[in-house]
């Protein structure tokens, strides 16, 4: 480009040259004045000048048009990128709150679950539809793994069991209870842990309430098999360590209060 536009001038010197040769040559007198390989020398510097820095200028203005047209497409992609995470934004919000929705309702569903599901059959299998017990029956608990004396109470909702110096306390972030179970062969005292699944009230014969833990127990009565809710209570003041109620009884069991013992638990090796 810059040797093109060289001589292109060159051309037009040569041109202006040869037509004024003629005037030129009768200054004679003056022979210094007009000294033509000189001017030429001069006329072909500046030449060579001008053309550096019209070329270095037109570098210049074509990097700087690059660069503004890189950074209209880095903005740009900029614009379109934040566009984007604004749509994410809008639809992890929307996420977040369906999320909200479906752990409400599994907690109702857990709740209605819980209060619907007292009683957990473990082995039914083998038995009659319904099994005739008497007022007071022989009873497997576990744990402690102990037979006991059990009062069958058709009034009863919920099951319970005599504890001894119950402490609650929490184990990995859930709430436990330590109490101890009077084994009426040898009056040991057994240790038992179990998570607590529930608080209920119990009204006392003074008239006040008191909350007591619920657990879960596997209670073995005849052939009936069956993981049941059991409020822990002191029943010290009772000949009776444990008391059946309704939980158990449900659906399997026909009650003959004229009748005592009619069976006895069958433990079988789990």
Do not use: W
Request: hydrophobic share 40%.
């Amino acid at each position: 480009m810059l040797q093109k536009l060289y001589d292109n001038f060159m051309k037009t010197i040569a041109v202006f040259f040869n037509r004024s040769n003629t005037a030129m040559m009768k200054f004679t007198f003056i022979p210094n004045l007009f000294n033509t390989d000189r001017l030429m020398r001069r006329l072909k510097l500046l030449t060579l000048i001008t053309a550096i820095a019209l070329f270095s200028s037109g570098c210049a203005m074509s990097q700087l048009k690059q660069r503004e047209a890189v950074l209209n497409q880095q903005q740009q992609q900029l614009e379109e990128q934040q566009q984007q995470l604004q749509k994410e934004n809008s639809r992890l919000a929307a996420l977040k709150a369906e999320l909200g929705q479906e752990q409400m309702r599994l907690k109702v569903l857990k709740k209605s679950l819980s209060s619907a599901a007292d009683t957990t059959p473990v082995n039914q299998s083998g038995t009659d539809s319904h099994v005739i017990v008497g007022e007071l029956e022989h009873v497997y608990i576990s744990p402690p793994d102990i037979q006991l004396t059990a009062r069958i109470d058709t009034g009863a909702k919920t099951s319970s069991l005599n504890a001894l110096d119950l402490t609650e306390f929490e184990r990995d972030g859930k709430a436990h209870v330590r109490f101890y179970v009077m084994d009426p062969d040898t009056g040991e005292k057994i240790e038992v842990i179990r998570r607590i699944i529930r608080h209920v009230k119990i009204k006392e014969h003074e008239g006040e309430s008191k909350s007591r833990p619920v657990v879960r127990m596997r209670v073995r009565l005849g052939n009936l098999d069956q993981r049941i809710r059991m409020t822990l209570t002191d029943r010290s003041e009772f000949k009776n360590q444990v008391l059946i109620g309704r939980n158990f009884l449900r659906d399997f069991v026909n009650v003959d209060v004229s009748k005592k013992y009619l069976s006895k638990p069958v433990i079988e090796s789990d």
